[in-house]
């Protein structure tokens, strides 16, 4: 299972998705950031659905994200990616 997660202008907290593939999350990652640049004009608002919550579905002002990001969710605990920016020197 992958996780998506958005953190908005002025929120503290992130909003998130899972996945089941890998493709499918990075699909609505790339367009995420494609509306971050400016490439994609089409639409302001983002719209995405969750596999894991059926009934979840998010829609955001496309120029209110300022950060999104993919991770694996582990089903082990204690799993050796955990979720959040990190800078690995």
Known sequence: MYSLEISLRYSPFPLS???KDYEDVKRI???????????????????ISCEKVQDKLITVLAKEVISVQI??????????????FSLDI
């Open 17 to 19: 998705i899972q996945k």
């Open 29 to 47: 990652y790339d367009e995420i950031k494609d509306f971050m640049q400016g490439k994609n004009t089409n639409s302001d608002l983002i719209e």
């Open 71 to 84: 991770y694996e969710k582990s089903s082990v605990a204690g799993g050796s990616k955990r979720p959040g």
